[in-house]
């Protein structure tokens, strides 16, 4: 008796703490401007025909630029998509004690945690399901239904992605707990964090410039031209993310090739292709999440050990860097005390101008 009483006791507590930080609000209730308006989408994406299979869903991707939620299988065709409402304050949650934090969705690689029955709380305000999602530092946040379906497709609740509570159920007959989950900010979110300037949007502006078909891009690439293509043709261009066991993962964006992604991350099509096996190069689509980077690479890894002497030789050992967000060449150089030169020699394949975050570099 005790037993289910502590029980019946953890779970109403479990539904509190999600209640106090769950909830939608509707464009007509706010909780400090009566007469705000909600942002809607950012860009409108065109419709893609399902042809996933159900059966083998893979991975979760929600744009914050389209406020949709969309589900693909393992060979990275698309099962479903929904419009979704999202976090009204721009940027990413972080789980601080700002006041705008409190109203912002999180980004980045997350994965499905807890999945319950919702229809009683709130009497039935958060709809028939509460989906956790496993995001550092934030307690409660997920994707829940909602009493005003108005707020789906706006910037408009306080956290949490709402969906129409018909399209939950059909979600929640797909997904399982760890699911990956990938979300992509808008450029308000960007802009809101300070990682899109006017230099960047002019880059991303320039680079769209190039309109090749994926035959040409490989005829120039097998000429060995170093011609310059597009990283997308959308401005919110996502970096690759590192998982735990330190592979890098990328998440295509619309109008990407392989090819292209090959060149971002100063790899080959070749070396794509083994780091996933059960890709259709011909049919890559927008939010397929593929293997960019292993952390079995790297022959050698060693904690950064900064000396006087560039030399090294083979018997000495190799050192390598990890690099992380806000990294450069020179800053990478210069904390081992080197040079951005011999960083260049020691690393001959790889373009220095263009690190990302989980890239090994050799500095020794």
């Known amino acids: 008796m005790k037993r289910n009483r502590v029980n019946l006791f953890t779970v109403l507590a479990v539904a509190a703490m999600t209640l106090t930080a769950c909830g939608t609000s509707t464009p007509k209730v706010v909780d400090h401007d009566d007469d705000k308006t909600f942002d809607g989408p950012e860009i409108v994406e065109a419709y893609e025909t399902p042809d996933g299979n159900a059966a083998e869903a893979d991975h979760i991707v929600i744009s914050k630029a389209s406020l949709t939620l969309r589900l693909y299988d393992k060979g990275g065709r698309l099962i479903a998509s929904f419009p979704v409402g999202a976090g009204r304050s721009y940027g990413n949650k972080r789980g601080t004690d700002d006041y705008d934090d409190a109203f912002r969705s999180p980004e980045g690689e997350l994965k499905v945690g807890?999945?319950?029955?919702?229809?009683?709380?709130?009497?039935?305000?958060?709809?028939?399901?509460?989906?956790?999602?496993?995001?550092?530092?934030?307690?409660?946040?997920?994707?829940?239904?909602?009493?005003?379906?108005?707020?789906?497709?706006?910037?408009?609740?306080?956290?949490?992605?709402?969906?129409?509570?018909?399209?939950?159920d059909s979600l929640r007959n797909m997904i399982y707990p760890n699911m990956p989950v990938t979300v992509i900010p808008a450029e308000g979110d960007l802009r809101a964090d300070g990682k899109l300037t006017e230099q960047t949007e002019t880059e991303a502006t320039a680079q769209t410039a190039d309109k090749s078909t994926p035959a040409e891009q490989s005829k120039s690439e097998s000429k060995g031209e170093n011609k310059s293509t597009p990283n997308s043709t959308t401005k919110s261009v996502e970096s690759g993310t590192t998982d735990a066991n330190g592979d890098v993962w990328h998440t295509i964006a619309k109008g990407e090739y392989l090819s292209n992604i090959a060149k971002k991350y100063n790899t080959t099509l070749k070396r794509l292709k083994e780091l996933n096996?059960?890709?259709?190069?011909?049919?890559?689509r927008e939010g397929q999440r593929i293997k960019v980077y292993s952390a079995a690479d790297a022959t050698t890894t060693t904690e950064p050990t900064p000396t006087k002497s560039e030399s090294t030789t083979a018997n000495a050992g190799e050192v390598w860097h990890t690099v992380v967000e806000g990294d450069l060449g020179s800053k990478i150089a210069k904390k081992y005390n080197t040079t951005l030169k011999r960083l260049k020699e020691l690393n001959p394949n790889k373009d220095l101008d263009r690190i990302y975050p989980g890239q090994k570099l050799r500095v020794k």
């Not at 709380?121 to 829940?144: A, K, M, Q, S, Y």
């Not at 096996?277 to 890559?284: A, E, K, N, Q, Y």
């Open 277 to 284: 096996p059960g890709i259709d190069v011909d049919r890559i």
């Open 114 to 168: 807890l999945i319950q029955t919702a229809a009683h709380w709130r009497d039935g305000e958060l709809g028939p399901w509460f989906i956790h999602l496993d995001v550092p530092n934030i307690n409660t946040i997920g994707i829940c239904g909602t009493k005003s379906p108005e707020v789906v497709g706006l910037r408009a609740t306080t956290g949490n992605f709402v969906m129409r509570n018909d399209d939950l």
